[in-house]
């Protein structure tokens, strides 16, 4: 077996301050590279454990679904290529021990499942959802380190929060709701799930929900349409709120109640340090984003991973 490796790379510009189940082959994942051209539309990004580097997928073509994984740097602002070939790997999540990666990975034409490969390049990927024609995306890692959660249509009409253990293990839904829920996040407790409803609307509604199902219940419930839900260190939500064109990132008790803006500038997605010191944002709209880190009043931003010319 090849010995993979994350390798350092080119430092681009800063603006401003039980059960496994490997598949019949995993998917690519190589040496760490760097990125001669960054990618131009960011999709989602997720923090490492000690703040030091930025998990995130993107893609130069979205509309060809060429969607590979990136590392950045946050102090240096090095990026490098993780993932590569003609599967599309998106939605990375990091164990909270830093040693292990969970993201979605789907073969051209086919449906994606999750996988988790060891960061230190030891050991291939292994698939953990196998089933045939269903879709599992979205993965989440608890902080507790023992559960995933995901989406999937498995058995059901419209998508369903997912959780099983984190070898694999003990797969069951724990929602049956009449829209597809999507993008799971667990609480700095590992307790309960914010997620969002989707009901083809465009009047998305972000909830939350215990692990085992219970206590459904609303963090919104207006106009608007409120996507990409995650939690604050202290256990505050905050998703991204559209209105037309123009998406403001809101924080506010689990609730609802005191939401205030996150950030004076609009971003469609956005996460909040492990520390609660800084803030990535994923700035601008389809199909060109930059990807930025600023402090937790999102000022002094840099740009992480500028779009091709930038």
């Known amino acids: 077996m090849r010995t993979r490796q994350w390798l350092p790379s080119v430092t681009l510009v800063l603006l401003g301050a039980t059960r496994m189940m490997t598949p019949p082959a995993a998917p690519s994942v190589l040496h760490a590279q760097p990125v001669q051209t960054p990618p131009a539309f960011h999709q989602d990004v997720s923090w490492s454990p000690d703040g030091r580097h930025l998990a995130f997928s993107a893609s130069r073509n979205p509309g060809e679904n060429d969607w590979h994984l990136y590392r950045a740097d946050v ?30 990975s789907a073969p051209k034409g086919q449906p994606s499942d999750i996988y988790v490969v060891e960061t230190d390049g030891t050991a291939p990927a292994v698939r953990l959802t196998v089933e045939d024609g269903q879709r599992s995306s979205q993965v989440a890692w608890s902080r507790d380190g023992r559960s995933l959660a995901f989406v999937s249509k498995r058995g059901s009409p419209h998508q369903q929060l997912w959780v099983m253990a984190s070898d694999g293990s003990h797969q069951h839904a724990i929602t049956s709701i009449e829209a597809d829920a999507e993008c799971p996040q ?81 971003a469609f997605f956005a996460r909040v340090s492990p520390d609660g010191q800084s803030i990535a944002l994923i700035l601008g709209h389809y199909p060109s984003t930059t990807l930025t880190v600023c402090d937790n009043r999102g000022a002094h931003c840099r740009v992480i991973d500028p779009k091709p010319g930038g």
């Open 75 to 104: 102090d240096t602002g090095t990026v490098q290529s993780l993932t590569n070939g003609a599967a599309a790997d998106q939605w990375a999540a990091w164990s909270p021990d830093g040693r292990r990666v969970a993201y979605a």
């Open 186 to 266: 667990w609480s700095p407790d590992s307790r309960q799930l914010v997620f969002y409803k989707d009901a083809g609307d465009h009047r998305d509604q972000v909830w939350i929900v215990d692990v085992d199902g219970t206590h459904l219940t609303p963090v919104t419930h207006d106009a608007a349409n409120n996507i990409y839900p995650s939690w604050t260190p202290s256990g505050e939500v905050v998703w991204s709120r559209q209105v037309g064109d123009t998406s403001t990132v809101v924080r506010a008790k689990p609730d609802g109640s005191s939401a205030t803006p996150l950030v004076p500038q609009p």
